[in-house]
C-alpha cells in the first residue's frame, strides 16, 4: 500500500496514526504534498532539547492568498536511565507553521501555570496586556522585543490564540514564522485543531 509520507522505519502503530492523520487533515482541508522545504526548525527554541528532528513529511494547506502547513516530525531525545545509563527514545508529533503579515521579533506563547503566576511576582518578564486581562489570566507570553510584539499580538491575533482548543500547546514565533506544537503523540484531533489555528492566523493576522 502506497502511503502519502514516508514510512520507513515506522512500526504500524506510527503507520496507523500517522494515516489516520493524514486522511483527517485530507477531508478536512484542501492539503498537497509540499516536497522538500527546509523550516529551518533548529532556529526554534522548542526544539533544543531534542538530539534529532526529521521532517517526515510535510503538506501545505491551500486556503486562498496565504497557504500555511502541517509537518509531520520524528523527534528523539536522551532519556537518563540511572543505572542503566541514558538511552534515546523517538516519537512522532504534528505541527502547524503559517508565515505571518506582522514582524513579532521572538515570541513564546502557552497556557499560564501557577509557577508562572508565582515567577511574574518575583521577576515581571512576562508581556500583559492591560486592555485583555482574559487573554493574560490564560497565556504566558515571552518577547525579546517589546514594541515589535505589542504591535503584532494585536486583539486579532489574541483572539485566535484564545479559540485554540487544543491542550499543552505552545506557539513559537520568529519574525513572521509562526509554529504551533504540543508534546502529545500524534492524533487527528489534535492536527486538525492545530491546523485550523494555522489557517485562521493567515487569514486574520
Known amino acids: 500500500m502506497d502511503f502519502p509520507f514516508d514510512t520507513i522505519g515506522l512500526d504500524t502503530t506510527a503507520i496507523d496514526s500517522f494515516n489516520e492523520t493524514y486522511s483527517a487533515l485530507k477531508a478536512r482541508f484542501r492539503i498537497e ?7 529551518h526548525l533548529e532556529n526554534f527554541e522548542l526544539f533544543k532539547h531534542y538530539d534529532d528532528v526529521i521532517v517526515r513529511d510535510s503538506y501545505v494547506i491551500k486556503q486562498g492568498a496565504s497557504d500555511c502547513y502541517v509537518l509531520f516530525l520524528e523527534v528523539t531525545y536522551r532519556v537518563d536511565g540511572g543505572r542503566t545509563g541514558c538511552h534515546y527514545r523517538r516519537e512522532y508529533h504534528t505541527l502547524a507553521l503559517a508565515y505571518l503579515k506582522k514582524d513579532f521579533g521572538r515570541v513564546m506563547i502557552r497556557p499560564e501555570t501557577l509557577a508562572d503566576k508565582l515567577l511574574e511576582l518575583i521577576h515581571p518578564i512576562e508581556l500583559d496586556f492591560a486592555e485583555d486581562k482574559a487573554f493574560s489570566d490564560t497565556f504566558y507570553v515571552l518577547v525579546n522585543d517589546h ?33 504551533i506544537a504540543n508534546h502529545k503523540v500524534i492524533t487527528p484531533e489534535n492536527a486538525i485543531r492545530m491546523a485550523e489555528f494555522v489557517v485562521r492566523a493567515c487569514s486574520n493576522c
Open 33 to 39: 504534498l509540499t516536497g522538500h522545504i527546509d523550516f
Open 147 to 179: 514594541r515589535k510584539a505589542v504591535n503584532a499580538i494585536d486583539r486579532n491575533f489574541r483572539n485566535v490564540v484564545m479559540d485554540v482548543r487544543t491542550d499543552n500547546f505552545v506557539i513559537e514565533v520568529i519574525n513572521h514564522t509562526l509554529i
